[in-house]
């Protein structure tokens, strides 16, 4: 089985995605993520080649929000 088809349980979702399992959990509830269902124990299950094409989404969305530029603030008086 070749890494782009490989799946993850919740637990090694988070560490690949750099945060806790229920956000993951959340991101599943809300349909910000693709999962899979283990047949038997209806486990979540996660493409590893999904949770790369979150990072991706992310990651030009943070580099999109850096580009922009920042509001004036006031000056104090």
Known sequence: MTDEFAYLTVK???EYLG??????RNWDRYG???VYRH???RYRLFKKADLRA?????ES???HASRTPPR???KPK
């Open 12 to 14: 090694q979702a988070a």
């Open 61 to 63: 969305t943070v580099s």
């Open 72 to 74: 004036l603030r006031r």
């Open 54 to 58: 979150l990072i991706e989404q992310l």
């Open 19 to 24: 945060v806790a399992p229920n956000t993951v």
């Open 32 to 34: 910000k993520i693709t």
């Open 39 to 41: 047949p038997i124990s």
